[in-house]
C-alpha cells in the first residue's frame, strides 16, 4: 500500500515579518549556532525587536550577533556571554542586557542540552548535567527576570522553549524528558506568580525541529525515524518553531499565560 504524501511535506518559504515585536527590547538565551536559539533571535529581529544573544560559546556568540546585524542594519544587537548554569551569570545578563538595550520586554529561554542515554547506563554527572543547564537553566533566568520585570514600570513576556517529551514517552531520554516536564510545571507556576508584576510566561513544545546541533546529539536514523512519524511526514524547520516563539511573545497572545503551545504536526 503506497502512502499519500501531504503536500505539508514540504517546508514552505519563511512567513515575512509583520512588526510583531516592533520596538520590543528581546533576550535570547543560548542563541548562537544552527539551532532554535539563533532562529528565535532572527525571528524577533525580523518581527522589528532590538535583540540580545547570549550563549556560552563567547565566539559563536558574537558571530550570531554580526550576522544579525548585518542583516537588520538599523537595529540594535548585542551579546553577553552566559553560563546557565552560573547564578551569578545569569543575574549579569539580566542586569546586563536592561542596560545595553535600555530596558527588556522579551526574555526567550531556549538554554537546554539533550542526549542518548539509557537509564541503567545513566551517571549521575548525566543526570545531573541536563537537569542542571535545561530547567535550573531556564529557572535561574525566570527568576532574575522576575526580579527585573517587579521593578520595571512596564509589563514582559518570557518564553521558555519545552519538549514534548515533557509528555511522550522516547528511550534514552529520562534526563531530558525530566528537565523539559519540569520547565512545563516551572512555566505554570511562575505564570502565576508573574502576572502580579505584569508578566506572561508561556511556553513551545516542539516535536522535532531538524538543525546541524541537534545532529550531533541524536543519531541520523533516529531523527529520520522521528520526523516520519510526524503527520507531515517531516520535522519542523527552526523557522517555523521560531515564528510561534514570537506569536507568544507578542501582542497578539495578550490573554495567554501558563501554557504550553505543541508545536507538532500529529499529538501532544
Not at 518581527?47 to 550563549?55: H, M
Amino acid at each position: 500500500m503506497t502512502q499519500h504524501k501531504s503536500p505539508l511535506a514540504a517546508v514552505p518559504e519563511e512567513t515575512p515579518g509583520h512588526g510583531l515585536l516592533k520596538g520590543k527590547k528581546v533576550i535570547v538565551t543560548a542563541a548562537a549556532g544552527t539551532g532554535i536559539g539563533f532562529s528565535a533571535a532572527r525571528r524577533a529581529a525580523l518581527e522589528g525587536a532590538d535583540v540580545l544573544v547570549s550563549d556560552f560559546h563567547e565566539r559563536r556568540m558574537n558571530e550570531a550577533r554580526d550576522a544579525l546585524a548585518a542583516e537588520f542594519p538599523e537595529q540594535q544587537f548585542e551579546a553577553i556571554t552566559c553560563n546557565v548554569q552560573s547564578t551569578s551569570d545569569v543575574d549579569a545578563l539580566i542586569s546586563g542586557a536592561a542596560e545595553k538595550l535600555g530596558r527588556i520586554d522579551v526574555l526567550i529561554n531556549n538554554a537546554g542540552l539533550g542526549g542518548e542515554t539509557e537509564l541503567v547506563d545513566m551517571t549521575d554527572e548525566d543526570w545531573d548535567r541536563v537537569l542542571d543547564i535545561t530547567l535550573n537553566g531556564t529557572f535561574r533566568a525566570t527568576r532574575a527576570a522576575l526580579r527585573y520585570f517587579r521593578d520595571a514600570p512596564h509589563n514582559g513576556v518570557i518564553v521558555n522553549n519545552a519538549s514534548v517529551l515533557g509528555w511522550r514517552a522516547q528511550r534514552a531520554q529520562a534526563h531530558y524528558a525530566a528537565a523539559k516536564a519540569g520547565v512545563m510545571a516551572l512555566t505554570r507556576c511562575s505564570a502565576i506568580e508573574g502576572v502580579d508584576f505584569g508578566v506572561r510566561i508561556n511556553a513551545i513544545a516542539p516535536s522535532i525541529a531538524r538543525h546541524k546541533f541537534l545532529e550531533k546529539s541524536a543519531s541520523a536514523e533516529l531523527l529520520d525515524e522521528l520526523a516520519a512519524k510526524e503527520a507531515f511526514g517531516r520535522a519542523a524547520d527552526v523557522w517555523e518553531v521560531a515564528a510561534t516563539i514570537a506569536m507568544l511573545a507578542s501582542d497578539y497572545t495578550t490573554y495567554l499565560t501558563g501554557e504550553v503551545v505543541s508545536i507538532s504536526s500529529q499529538r501532544a
